[in-house]
C-alpha cells in the first residue's frame, strides 16, 4: 500500500491564510466583532476579504466567510466562485460550509479547528447534533404545511424556459 503525502500548500497559500488571520486577530482588536477572517482568491488574485460582522451588524449571518463570498459575487457578477480558493482563519461552521458549497468554491484552507473555537464559546456541535435528528425531534419545530399550494412556485420554476439553472 502506498502512502500518499498531503501536498504543502504553496508559500502564497501562507500569505492568503495569513491575512485572513491578520483579519481575525485586528477584527478582535478593534473591537469590530469575533475572531474569524476569510479571504478569497482567485488565479493568485485576492478578490474579497472580510472579518466577522455579527455584533456590529444584528445580523447572525454576517460571518466572515458569507461576507466574502458576498463581496466576490459581486465583483465578478456571478452567484458561482468556480476557480476561487477560501482562506478562513478557523474551520467553517454549518453555515458557512453550506455557503462554501453553494458557491462552488474549489478549495478551502483554514487556520483554526471547530474545536478550538468551541473551547472559546463558539461550538457549532449543537447544530451538527441538530441535523441528525429527525424534523421531529428537533429543538426547534418544523411543522410542514401547504405544500400543494407552495408547489405552485416549483410548477413555475419547472415551465419557465428562462431561467437561469443554479
Not at 495569513?18 to 478569497?40: E, K
Not at 485576492?46 to 447572525?60: K, W
Not at 461550538?123 to 428537533?138: K, L, M, N, W
Request: aromatic residues 10%; contains cysteine.
Amino acid at each position: 500500500m502506498t502512502n500518499y503525502a498531503m501536498p504543502e500548500p504553496h508559500h502564497m497559500d501562507n500569505a492568503f491564510m495569513a491575512r485572513a488571520i491578520q483579519l481575525s486577530v485586528d477584527n478582535v482588536r478593534t473591537r469590530r466583532g469575533g475572531p474569524f477572517g476569510t479571504v478569497i482568491v482567485k488565479e493568485g488574485v485576492v478578490l474579497a476579504e472580510a472579518a466577522n460582522q455579527v455584533a456590529a451588524t444584528n445580523d447572525p449571518t454576517a460571518h466572515a466567510e458569507v461576507l466574502a463570498i458576498r463581496q466576490a459575487c459581486h465583483k465578478l457578477r456571478c452567484f458561482e466562485l468556480r476557480g476561487c480558493d477560501l482562506y478562513t482563519s478557523c474551520e467553517p461552521c454549518p453555515m458557512c460550509l453550506g455557503a462554501i458549497y453553494w458557491a462552488r468554491i474549489d478549495k478551502i484552507y483554514f487556520g483554526n479547528l471547530a474545536a478550538d473555537a468551541a473551547k472559546i464559546g463558539f461550538d457549532d456541535s449543537a447544530i451538527y447534533s441538530e441535523f441528525r435528528q429527525p424534523q421531529a425531534q428537533r429543538k426547534i419545530p418544523m411543522i410542514q404545511m401547504m405544500r400543494g399550494e407552495a408547489l405552485e412556485a416549483f410548477r413555475a420554476w419547472e415551465e419557465n424556459p428562462n431561467k437561469t439553472p443554479y
